[in-house]
């Protein structure tokens, strides 16, 4: 079945830098685009970044733009969110995704935390 496990996370200071990965399971990983997305503490869960699986093209929101860099590894099967010159405002679990016809999977978050 289709699996995402998140790493990657932790506390870090305002201003510097985390990677988080993505390990996907139970697909083709290299046939799907994949995403990142995020909750904060009483938010709706966004989207911030995206990448293409055939023109490796990215996508991300306005307030990521320029900070983070989403990437992928079709022979790790691997996903990746490098965050640059965190926020406090970033502090939020962070959770890969992959839509796979009409059913979107999650994996099960990572926390990350910001502090000013």
């Known amino acids: 079945q289709v699996q995402l496990v998140e790493s990657g996370g932790g506390l870090v200071q305002a201003g510097g830098s985390l990677r988080l990965s993505c390990a996907a399971s139970?697909?083709?990983?290299?046939?799907?685009?994949m995403s990142w997305y995020r909750q904060a503490p009483g938010k709706e869960r966004e989207l911030i970044a995206a990448?293409?699986?055939?023109?490796?093209?990215?996508n991300y929101i306005d307030s990521v733009k320029g900070r983070f860099t989403i990437s992928r590894d079709n022979a790790k099967n691997t996903e990746y969110l490098q965050m640059n010159r965190r926020k406090p405002e970033d502090t939020a679990v962070y959770f890969c995704?992959?839509?796979?016809?009409?059913?979107?999977?999650w994996g099960q978050g990572t926390q990350v935390t910001v502090s000013s």
């Open positions: 995704n992959v839509r796979i016809n009409e059913n979107y999977y």
């Open positions: 139970g697909f083709t990983f290299s046939m799907y685009s």
């Open positions: 990448i293409d699986h055939t023109s490796g093209i990215t």
